[in-house]
């Protein structure tokens, strides 16, 4: 499986960004497609999970602002509104590959997100 995200840049505080990630391979066995992110100097932090059933799952801190989805196992989005300085960070896309009980995980190269105040 290979990930391959788009969509960072930088934005206005307040303001909206949209992250996808394409998913290319052996994309069958992709289980939990998922968001991480990683500021400066702090250890990357999951931010948002799509399970293969449907079920979303957020961290507090983006509740009700970020909204993840995704088109069976080939693309998963990250929509991003009110934005603030805190959400800057590098985002990573995340794949879990599920094979004969194991997971393979596969991460995207990571795409800049900066917010300005």
């Known amino acids: 499986v290979q990930l391959v995200e788009s969509g960072g840049g930088l934005v206005q505080a307040g303001g909206s960004l949209r992250l996808s990630c394409a998913a290319s391979?052996?994309?069958?066995?992709?289980?939990?497609m998922e968001w991480y992110r990683q500021a400066p100097g702090k250890e990357r932090e999951l931010v948002a999970t799509?399970?293969?059933?449907?079920?979303t799952i957020y961290v507090d801190s983006v509740k009700g602002r970020f909204t993840i989805s995704r088109d069976n196992n080939k693309m998963v989005y990250l929509q991003m509104n009110s934005l603030k300085p805190e959400d800057t960070a590098v985002y990573y896309c995340?794949?879990?590959?599920?094979?004969?009980?194991?997971?393979?995980?596969?991460w995207g190269q990571g795409t800049q997100v900066t917010v300005s105040s």
């Open positions: 799509a399970t293969r059933g449907g079920a």
């Open positions: 995340y794949a879990g590959c599920v094979k004969n009980g194991l997971v393979y995980p596969t």
């Open positions: 391979g052996d994309t069958i066995c992709i289980s939990a």
